[in-house]
């Protein structure tokens, strides 16, 4: 099971850019890298899911560089809406027997 | 996405009732569901696996007597905090899997707060 590291908070201006970069050096070959975003008192909602390079969606950007140990959410232009926890999590493809376990998160705070 | 939804979204309750809470997946078939348990400016701390037609696995720690999982069909997990004592208060949330072939994806319920008088 790799385990991931996230700064525990981070502080950003609305319109802004945020990067919010998670550590796993223990990835494996057939593990995916996925990003949860959870708002007080809601359930966490998927944002993200990448194996390799770049992917892009409505909502953000996952830029994994090619040794796969890292990985960063980017989020572009985020506004008050964006102050969320968000979560970085490494999963297997073939799920199984797997447990999702979530790490400490990240606490995004947007300021106007 | 795949929706999952969870009922009730809160429950005021007295301390020795017992609280059941609903999990359903609306859109495609769950085998497996996960709760788990949050308290304030916590992550989750997943509670148990949930399997459709077998007994639920529990985390270390977790009181199965007390948490009863029941996942008696492919869109229909139930969690039942029997005796509820105000050190139970807390926000519980389930997911579903939905695999697809790529890396496991989870969609969780909006969660259910629970108050123990």
């Known amino acids: 099971l790799a385990k991931t590291t996230q700064p525990i908070s981070m502080d950003s201006y609305e319109g802004q850019e945020v990067n919010i970069t998670c550590s796993h050096n223990?990835?494996?070959?057939?593990?995916?890298i996925t990003w949860y975003q959870q708002f007080p008192s809601q359930g966490p909602r998927f944002i993200i899911q990448g194996y390799k390079t770049k992917v892009t969606n409505e909502v953000a950007s996952l830029f994994i560089p090619a040794d796969r140990k890292s990985s960063t959410l980017s989020l572009p232009r985020v506004s008050l809406s964006d102050t969320a926890v968000y979560y970085c999590l490494v999963v297997p493809a073939d799920t199984g027997g797997f447990k999702t376990i979530f790490g400490a998160g990240t606490r995004l705070f947007v300021k106007a | 996405g795949a929706v999952v939804s969870q009922h009730p979204s809160w429950v005021i309750c007295k301390s020795g009732t017992s609280v059941k809470i609903e999990c359903r997946s609306l859109d495609f078939q769950a085998t497996t569901m996960f709760w788990y348990r949050q308290f304030p400016k916590q992550s989750l701390m997943l509670m148990a696996t949930s399997n459709e037609g077998s007994k639920a696995t529990y985390e270390q720690g977790v009181e199965k007597d007390k948490f009863l999982i029941n996942h008696a069909s492919l869109t229909l997990s139930t969690l039942t905090v029997t005796s509820a004592h105000p050190e139970d208060s807390s926000f519980y949330i389930c997911s579903a899997r939905d695999g697809g072939g790529s890396g496991e994806k989870l969609f969780f319920g909006s969660g259910t707060q629970l108050s123990v008088l």
């Open positions: 223990n990835i494996a070959t057939n593990d995916y």
